[in-house]
C-alpha cells in the first residue's frame, strides 16, 4: 500500500519536529519582560553602592545575535543631566538567561534571578537552559 504525498509530507514535519531542539511556536521572552530581568540582575550589582541615583534601559532588539536581546544601562544621575553608560546585558529570548557583556562576559545568576526566570519558563512555556543541546549558548559579543 502507498501512502499519499499529503500524508507522507506531515509524517516527515512530525519527525522533523521531534528532532528539533526548538519548535517553531514555541514562545520566547518580549523585551519588556528581558528588561525586567536585566533591571533584577543590574540592581544586584550594584546593590553596595549608597545613593546611586537613576537609570534607564536603552534596548536593542537584534543587532548583534538574534537569540538575545541587548540592553545597554545608563546612568542619569549628574547635575547636567548628562547621560553615562553603566552597563551592558543580554538576555536569551528563548530561555532567559542573562549575560552580563560589559567586561567580562559572564552569566548573571542569584536567588531572585532564578525565581523570575522560573516564573517566565512556567507561564511562557520556555525551555531549561539545561535541557538545550547547544554548547554555544553565549552572546556573540562574548
Given at each position: 500500500?502507498?501512502?499519499?504525498?499529503?500524508?507522507?509530507?506531515?509524517?516527515?514535519?512530525l519527525?522533523?519536529?521531534?528532532?528539533?531542539?526548538?519548535?517553531?511556536?514555541?514562545?520566547?521572552?518580549?523585551?519588556?519582560?528581558?528588561?525586567?530581568?536585566?533591571?533584577?540582575?543590574?540592581?544586584?550589582?550594584?546593590?553596595?553602592?549608597?545613593?546611586?541615583?537613576?537609570?534607564?534601559?536603552?534596548?536593542?532588539?537584534?543587532?548583534?545575535?538574534s537569540?538575545?536581546y541587548?540592553?545597554?544601562?545608563?546612568?542619569?544621575?549628574?547635575?547636567?543631566?548628562?547621560?553615562?553608560?553603566?552597563g551592558?546585558?543580554?538576555v536569551?529570548?528563548?530561555?532567559?538567561?542573562?549575560w552580563?557583556?560589559?567586561?567580562?562576559?559572564?552569566?548573571?545568576?542569584?536567588p531572585?534571578?532564578?525565581?523570575m526566570?522560573q516564573?517566565?519558563?512556567?507561564?511562557?512555556?520556555?525551555?531549561?537552559?539545561?535541557?538545550?543541546?547547544?554548547?554555544?549558548?553565549?552572546?556573540?559579543?562574548?
Open positions: 500500500m502507498r501512502l499519499p504525498p499529503v500524508l507522507l509530507s506531515a509524517i516527515w514535519l519527525g522533523f519536529g521531534t528532532v528539533c531542539t526548538r519548535p517553531l511556536w514555541a514562545a520566547e521572552l518580549t523585551m519588556r519582560q528581558g528588561g525586567v530581568l536585566v533591571r533584577l540582575a543590574f540592581d544586584h550589582k550594584v546593590r553596595h553602592i549608597k545613593n546611586r541615583g537613576g537609570y534607564g534601559l536603552d534596548s536593542n532588539p537584534a543587532d548583534f545575535d537569540r538575545y541587548h540592553y545597554g544601562v545608563l546612568g542619569t544621575w549628574s547635575a547636567d543631566s548628562a547621560s553615562s553608560v553603566l551592558f546585558f543580554a536569551n529570548r528563548l530561555t532567559a538567561e542573562v552580563d557583556t560589559y567586561a567580562e562576559c559572564r552569566k548573571v545568576t542569584f531572585a534571578l532564578r525565581a526566570q516564573r517566565y519558563r512556567r507561564l511562557y512555556d520556555l525551555p531549561d537552559p539545561r535541557a538545550i543541546a547547544d554548547p554555544d549558548r553565549r552572546p556573540r559579543l562574548c
